[in-house]
């Protein structure tokens, strides 16, 4: 269980990283 509270942890940050990366380049031209 706390491996996928882990898991679940770290693929939230991975999408949160990419969602600010790919709002900084649709604003950067």
Do not use: G, V
Request: charged share 25%; hydrophobic share 50%.
């Amino acid at each position: 269980m706390d491996s996928l509270k882990n898991f679940a942890l770290r693929l939230y940050a991975t999408f949160k990283f990419s969602l600010k990366t790919f709002i900084l380049d649709m604003r950067m031209p």
